[in-house]
């Protein structure tokens, strides 16, 4: 499966983004999916994760209540809704695919990766 982020720029803080994650090659349906970020000179973070239904997701405290993992199955995309963004949010936004199904916090259970996507946030 080919990942395409998309929807990354430049905002104020206390502003909003939606990332969009496209795939193509396969339906995603039976993938757990997630988004990660990684800031320079840092490590790859977890930012969100959701079920292969959607009906079941994951935020670490950094996050939760201010990002917003969906996915629309029928349109083989995965989405990450960010508000009151924060320059600490500034990275590049990866979303991810692991076929076993499972939507772990770690980044090594997944198989397939998008090209990622900037997000800056200004003070």
């Known amino acids: 499966v080919q990942l395409q982020a998309s929807g990354g720029g430049l905002v104020q803080a206390g502003g909003s983004l939606r990332l969009s994650c496209a795939a193509s090659?396969?339906?995603?349906?039976?993938?757990?999916m997630a988004w990660f970020r990684q800031a320079p000179g840092k490590e790859r973070e977890f930012v969100a994760a959701i079920s292969r239904s959607g009906g079941t997701t994951y935020s670490p405290d950094s996050v939760k209540g201010r990002f917003i993992i969906s996915r629309d199955n029928a349109k083989n995309a995965v989405y990450l809704q960010m508000n009151s963004l924060k320059p600490e949010d500034t990275a590049v936004y990866y979303c991810?695919?692991?076929?076993?199904?499972?939507?772990?916090?770690?980044?090594?259970?997944?198989?397939?990766w998008g090209q990622g996507t900037q997000v800056t946030v200004s003070s």
């Open positions: 090659g396969r339906t995603l349906s039976s993938y757990g």
């Open positions: 991810a695919a692991d076929p076993s199904g499972y939507s772990s916090i770690y980044y090594y259970a997944y198989d397939y």
